[in-house]
């Protein structure tokens, strides 16, 4: 089990990943306007997501391998923690440009923030 522990939880950030690629290119497409406001926040979160993925690569490629710095659980948590977090920010922008309909309960936004909110706060 210890050997399969990093490695899922390794692959399951990719979920936040894919969660916070699919909120901010939905926000990316609305910022327009009184929107623009965004266009910062939505580069920097582009940003920690690329920084993520490469640290999601780089322990990837650790995970188990004699001779190389071994990856730590801290690394993981921090990793998990930061993907979290950068996953309920991007949702959150794409709610706030989406307006009105980013509450419709049916919407793609809406489901996208719905989850991500509950994922962090737990039960």
């Not at 926000?27 to 926040?41: K, M, Y």
């Not at 580069?43 to 490469?54: G, K, M, R």
């Not at 709610?95 to 962090?120: H, I, L, N, P, Q």
Request: glycine content about 8%.
């Amino acid at each position: 089990m210890a050997s399969v522990r990093p490695t899922f939880v390794i692959l399951r950030i990719s979920e936040y990943f894919g969660v916070a690629e699919a909120a901010i290119n939905a926000a990316t497409g609305r910022l327009t306007s009184l929107s623009e406001v965004f266009i910062d926040n939505a580069a920097e979160i582009q940003d920690n997501l690329s920084s993520l993925v490469a640290l999601q690569k780089d322990l990837a490629e650790r995970v188990n391998v004699e001779g190389v710095n071994p990856v730590t659980p801290v690394d993981l948590l921090e990793l998990r923690l930061g993907s979290a977090q950068l996953a309920v920010a991007a949702t959150a922008i794409e709610v706030r440009v989406a307006g009105g309909a980013g509450y419709v309960k049916s919407s793609s936004t809406s489901r996208r923030f719905r989850v991500e909110m509950g994922a962090c706060t737990g039960p």
